[in-house]
């Protein structure tokens, strides 16, 4: 066996115990409205901390979660945890506009994505309208029709949809017309080249104008500078999400952003 598929075999096996473990948080990272300057809502983005290996990031353990079908009851407790998270946040008069999850290509074809969502708005009490659903290029864009099927199933739920990662699939721009999406999320590969390569930030400036005339709002992840930032508003791009504005916090820590935020309603004098 190569050592490639015995460190599978052992991160699987820890993942399968995690859950019960109580291994799992979920962290929370600010999105910022360029206009405003305010926090439009907040990704919730899981974290493991496994006693063994550390923090494990999520770019190793979701792939395999995903192969082995796990990715279905994590995903489920990642929905369940950021609404109930989003149901305190609005009952301490707190929250944010909106709560951002992602949603995995297997628990959007393992059917019933809808139902599960539903399932959790009711349980948790929060409005459908303060739920995001972020999913991959990749995943739409691999079975057109079924695609449609499952996210317009969504979208009647009255939560709303974005798509992630955009850039780095393989995006029939047709195709993308027919999704029924709210928002499309430039990767974070072009933002980090976007104030060195001319060729990059005519991309992205094309990226936000094609986002604009299909009617959707336009985010660009991985904003690490001043100047990335400043570039992006004269480009027309409606929100950034990035170390710049806030790294991916725990709960806890994410409240107090929120608290000083309340007090004075821009992010723009906030040190990152
Ligand atoms: P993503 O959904 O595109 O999330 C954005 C990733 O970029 C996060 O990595 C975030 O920490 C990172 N990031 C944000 N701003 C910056 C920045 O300014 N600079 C840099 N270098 N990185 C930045 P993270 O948390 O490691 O997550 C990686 C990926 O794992 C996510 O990409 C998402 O695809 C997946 N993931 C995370 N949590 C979940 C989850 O609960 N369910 C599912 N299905 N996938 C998840
Ligand atoms: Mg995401
Ligand atoms: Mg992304």
Redesign the pocket.
Known sequence: MSADAAERIRLDQALRGAMERDEFE??Y?PQIDLRSGGIAGV?????WHQPELGLV???RF?PLAEETGL?VP??DW?MRTACAQMAAWQQAGLAPPRIA????AR?LWQGHAAERVAAVLCETGIPAGCLEV?I?ESVVMRDGAEAVQALSALRALGVTLAL??FGTGYSSLSHLRSLPLNKL?I??AFIQDLTTRSDVAVLVQQIIQIGHAFKLRVVA????TRETADLLARSGCDEV????FG??LPAQDLEALLRQHSRRPSLAAVKP
Not at 43 to 47: Q, S, V
Not at 221 to 224: F, I, L, N, R, Y
């Open positions: 979920l962290h990272q990704e919730a983005l899981i974290r990031s999520p770019a979701i990715i994590l995903g990642v999850v992602n949603l995995s628990q972020e991959t992630d990662d999320k990767d974070r992840e991985g904003v690490e999400q990035g170390f710049y790294k991916p």
